[in-house]
Nanobody, 124 residues
Framework: QVQLVESGGGLVQAGASLRLPCVVS????????MGWFRQAPGKERELVAA???????KYADYVKGRFTISRDNAKKLVYLQMYSLKAEDTAVYYC??????????????????WGQGTQVTVSS
């Protein structure tokens, strides 16, 4: 059984930073591809960033240069570091995972395991 638990969300002002950790329980975390998605009110869930088991990374265009995804395989953690937050970054942020089979995973349906989400609210 794989479980993902996000934390670190909150209410911040525009320009602030937040770091979202996601702890993963279950075996062989190092073999998992991980992603961060977000869903704003009235919008579909969208990819923010993804990282493969080997550390290859993709960012959505709207967060490039502001957000950083990283992983700590020993601690079974994946992080989303967010800088220069904007009001339009307000959303529920979800951590997602799946066993890595050698390709890239950028779509919601690619992932098998999801956390419960953490709310990020950025006031302008």
């Amino acid at each position: 059984q794989v479980q993902l638990v996000e934390s670190g969300g909150g209410l911040v002002q525009a320009g602030a930073s937040l770091r979202l950790p996601c702890v993963v329980s279950g075996p062989t975390f190092s073999n998992y591809a991980m992603g961060w998605f977000r869903q704003a009110p009235g919008k579909e869930r969208e990819l923010v960033a993804a990282i493969t088991s080997g550390g290859r990374i993709k960012y959505a265009d709207y967060v490039k240069g502001r957000f950083t995804i990283s992983r700590d395989n020993a601690k079974k953690l994946v992080y989303l570091q967010m800088y220069s937050l904007k009001a339009e970054d307000t959303a529920v942020y979800y951590c997602a995972g799946r066993y890595y089979t050698g390709r890239d995973y950028y779509e919601e349906h690619d992932y098998d395991y999801w956390g419960q989400g953490t709310q990020v609210t950025v006031s302008s």
